[in-house]
């Protein structure tokens, strides 16, 4: 069966430093991939998403992820954070010929204005 | 653009009351889900639908039940309410040709069992 690591289960930033949050999944063979946010009380809104192609993904309000496929990783990064971006992400993961995404535990982060 | 509607928003429940809570979707996507957030435990999936006119057990089915009443409407069932089931629920829908294989969350229910 697929899982999802996160492996930064708490970040916290200072307003404008780069981000860059781990997500690795263990299915080797094809696979969507996904970032979700959920900011406080809200519910989850895509933010990228992987299918083929490039991938190098660019998603909204900044936020890229780099699909290593040898890696069996789909990192999130954003070069200059911004206090909005406080909110909890999530990595999931679709294994080929499912419908049933596997998503990671969630990272939190905190930026400090 | 509604997308995914969950009601109630919110709701406090004695323990052993049973309630419904009611999903619905305006995406005519296939597949249905639900989904309860813990601190710490991120998403598990209760049940899901692939299609309408079926259902089947996710992660964490124990005490629930769903009903695919139509295309649109995936509801969740506790029978018999526990402090253990105190929870955000989250509905999704998503379909492979419609979204993608991306799925979309409702709004969320919180859910309080004292």
Sequence with gaps: AQSVSQHNHHVILSEAASLELGCNYSYGGTVNLFWYVQYPGQHLQLLLKYFSGDPLVKGIKGFEAEFIKSRFSFNLRKPSVQWSDTAEYFCAVLSGGSYIPTFGRGTSLIVHP | ?114
């Design chain 2, 1 to 114: 653009n509604a997308g995914v509607t969950q009601t109630p928003k919110f709701q406090v429940l004695k323990t052993g009351q049973s309630m419904t809570l009611q999903c619905a979707q305006d995406m005519n996507h296939n597949s249905m889900y639900w989904y309860r957030q813990d601190p710490g435990m991120g998403l598990r999936l209760i049940y899901y639908s692939a299609s309408e006119g079926t259902t089947d057990k996710g992660e964490v089915p124990n005490g629930y039940n769903v009903s695919r009443l139509n295309k649109r409407e995936f509801s969740l069932r506790l029978e018999s309410a526990a402090p253990s089931q105190t929870s955000v629920y989250f509905c999704a829908s998503g379909d492979s040709l419609l979204s993608g294989n991306t799925i979309y969350f409702g709004e969320g229910s919180w859910l309080t069992v004292v």
